[in-house]
């Protein structure tokens, strides 16, 4: 976060008085000025290309046996207390508690025979397809990064990636995702605070900023402590633009949604859950808003799904409100005519145990796990893949995660297999090598 302040009894030598201040969040990355951020992205090859994708993390591994999976004849202390409920897809049942998402099932793929986790309690494996330790290796970046190198902006003041996450307790879980070998150009733009709050001009009316070289000098004295900048020249004037644009600002402004669909939304839990993060209904809202003003990609990370224990009270709890957010995300994305060009993923870093434990709970279980997918012009209305009867493998067409990134890559218009994505020296790198798009969802 960068803070101009200034005071009513002197001034800056840019002449913004010291009680006025601009507030911005994140649009200054890794020690790289907002200017040579952009200059990064002008080597990135920017393609015409107007798809995006809104991926959803669900922190802590959430029990898919309790959710997408379920094991309605198996015993109790594996199916636990919830029942299958149908969906307005013939053959397909879902857990009782999320009856939004069942009643629109035919905008959903679910994949239930999902592999390739880790047991680590971390974001990245579902921004990137990468696991912890293959990161360490391979500095492989994530999705979002991945579409800022190769596509670039959609237009000079709408940031290609940005992440809704805020604060939590377990820092892992609030990343939107790795840069890797593409460096801090790349990462997200993240406002922190409600959405809002920090990137408002606050008591600082534009013409007192309209000097550009005198706006960046201040932004760069602030986070780097210089004093000056170049010339002003065509990088600098898109921060400009960037920071002083509505466009970005009126995207996370929900209160301007119509207040029926905010309702239709709801409001989640606006409170951390434990040391995971908060359920901000609102931020799917502004993500739908985001990928609409021209954001490629957009990451959200929702709660905290490791329920070692008392897991189907707090489900009970939790399951409703992501089935409103969710739902709500969808049915807009094709009242809008966006379901070819909009991808969405809901999906955690693993699954959990087919045994309920001693204290209600699950725990963790990384050979099997479920993604929901939606939009993207995927072919939706089904479930691919199958796990035994006890949910413990998968028993038949296992998908790894590398190849739901191989087909979300396709659905964003980019063979990542055979894309080479330079890294900050330029040199071509390869993602997911020998894996091919998932043929049942394209």
Request: hydrophobic share 40%; net charge neutral.
């Amino acid at each position: 976060m960068l803070t101009i302040r200034g005071n009513k009894s002197g001034a800056f030598c840019d002449g913004i008085s010291r009680r006025d201040f601009l507030t911005i969040g994140g649009l200054a990355l890794g020690g790289l000025s907002l200017p040579q951020i952009l200059a990064a992205e002008a080597h990135a090859g920017i393609r015409k290309n107007q798809k995006a994708i809104i991926m959803v993390f669900l922190p802590g591994g959430p029990a898919q046996h309790d959710m997408f999976d379920m094991k309605p004849d198996a015993p109790s202390d594996i199916r636990g207390e919830f029942k299958p409920i149908k969906t307005n897809v013939s053959g397909i049942e879902i857990c009782e508690h999320m009856p939004k998402i069942a009643g629109m099932m035919d905008k959903f793929a679910i994949i239930r025979s999902l592999t390739g986790m880790r047991d680590e309690h971390d974001s990245h494996i579902c921004m990137s397809g990468y696991s912890v330790a293959e990161t360490n290796q391979n500095k492989a970046p994530c999705l979002g990064s991945v579409l800022s190198r190769l596509e670039g902006p959609t237009e000079k003041t709408v940031p290609p990636f940005v992440g809704l996450q805020g604060k939590a307790g377990h820092m892992e879980w609030a990343d939107p995702g790795d840069t890797g070998f593409l460096g801090m150009a790349h990462a997200a733009m993240r406002p922190s605070g409600d959405l809002m709050k920090d990137m408002t001009l606050t008591d600082v009316s534009l013409d007192r900023l309209s000097h550009r070289k005198q706006l960046l000098a201040s932004l760069d004295r602030y986070r780097r402590r210089v004093d000056t900048l170049p010339e002003i020249d065509a990088l600098n004037a898109r921060a400009f633009d960037i920071l002083t644009s509505s466009k970005l600002v009126q995207a996370l402004d929900v209160t301007r949604e119509d207040k029926k669909t905010r309702e239709r939304y709801g409001i989640g839990r606006l409170e951390p859950v434990d040391d995971g993060l908060p359920m901000l209904n609102d931020q799917f809202l502004a993500a739908r808003r985001l990928v609409e003003a021209g954001v490629r990609c957009v990451s959200i990370g929702y709660g905290r799904w490791d329920h070692h224990g008392a897991n189907f009270a707090q489900l009970k709890t939790y399951l409703p409100m992501l089935d409103a957010a969710v739902s709500s995300l969808v049915q807009d994305i094709h009242d809008r005519g966006m379901q070819d060009d909009v991808s969405v993923i809901v999906w955690g870093e693993f699954g959990r145990t087919p045994k309920i434990n001693k204290d209600a709970g699950r725990d963790h279980w990384p050979r099997a796990n479920f993604a929901l997918l939606a939009g993207g012009g995927m072919k939706m209305g089904q479930v691919i893949g199958s796990t035994n009867k006890f949910g413990e493998e998968p028993d038949e067409r296992p998908i790894d995660m590398k190849d739901v990134f191989v087909t979300l890559y396709n659905r964003l218009g980019i063979d990542i297999v055979n894309t080479p994505v330079p890294d900050v020296t330029g040199r071509p790198n390869f993602l997911f090598a020998g894996r091919e798009p998932i043929a049942e969802l394209i």
